[in-house]
T-cell receptor, first 114, second 113 residues
Framework: NAGVTQTPKFRVLKTGQSMTLLCAQD?????MYWYRQDPGMGLRLIHY???????AKGEVPDGYNVSRLKKQNFLLGLESAAPSQTSVYFC?????????????FGSGTRLTVV | AQSVSQHNHHVILSEAASLELGCNYS??????LFWYVQYPGQHLQLLLK??????LVKGIKGFEAEFIKSKFSFNLRKPSVQWSDTAEYFC???????????FGTGTRLTVIP
């Protein structure tokens, strides 16, 4: 009963490098989300997906891209990392009815860009 | 635009003290309300949620929250906190028709043994 799994858990990047964060869920959830968590700012939505093959922008999408090629996976990409992207990234998923049932969160990825 | 305000940034209590964390939201329509807890080094977990009906909802670990529509508030309460309640608490709102939750900035609770 894995729920939502994020990989990697930690990563250090140099400015300008690229990377992809993987989120996988085994609950057959339709909706998946990527948030970033920064001190004093709570969680801010980067991108989300309401189903396989669909993605949409959240509050802070700049500098990130996403893909949802398979229902169970939601990838977050950083094409050219910047120090401002140092953060903890959380993936979440929810069942059909938008977010009204609440989310199931992954354990997070701590990213440092130097 | 929706927003969620948590005015208490850091609350420090002694064990057995009572807790109330404030949460106010700005949205005039139908909302679903949530409280999440994040223990140190862990991911967010659902504490309780309100959809409709009785405005006083009970969650896990003795927590409860009251929805007061006229005040746009959903405050979290616990009569007697324990050291293990030390965590960060996030209020979140989902408005009807929205695809995601809006989170507050969080309140860090420290319980002193």
């Amino acid at each position: 009963n894995a729920g939502v799994t994020q990989t990697p858990k930690f990563r250090v990047l140099k400015t300008g490098q690229s990377m992809t964060l993987l989120c996988a869920q085994d609950m057959n959830h339709e909706y998946m989300y990527w948030y970033r968590q920064d001190p004093g700012m709570g969680l801010r939505l980067i991108h989300y997906s309401v189903g396989e093959g669909t993605t949409a922008k959240g509050e802070v999408p700049d500098g990130y891209n996403v893909s949802r090629l398979k229902k169970q996976n939601f990838l977050l990409g950083l094409e050219s990392a910047a120090p401002s992207q140092t953060s903890v990234y959380f993936c979440a998923s929810s069942y059909l009815d938008r977010a009204s049932n609440g989310y199931t969160f992954g354990s997070g990825t701590r990213l440092t860009v130097v | 635009a929706q927003s969620v305000s948590q005015h208490n940034h850091h609350v420090i209590l002694s064990e057995a003290a009572s807790l109330e964390l404030g949460c106010n939201y700005s949205y005039g329509g139908t909302v679903n309300l949530f409280w999440y807890v994040q223990y140190p080094g862990q991911h967010l977990q659902l504490l309780l949620k309100y959809f409709s009906g009785d405005p006083l909802v009970k969650g896990i670990k003795g927590f409860e929250a009251e929805f007061i529509k006229s005040k746009f508030s959903f405050n979290l309460r616990k009569p007697s906190v324990q050291w293990s309640d030390t965590a960060e608490y996030f209020c979140a709102v989902n408005s009807l028709g929205a695809n995601n939750l809006f989170f507050g900035t969080g309140t860090r609770l420290t319980v002193i043994p």
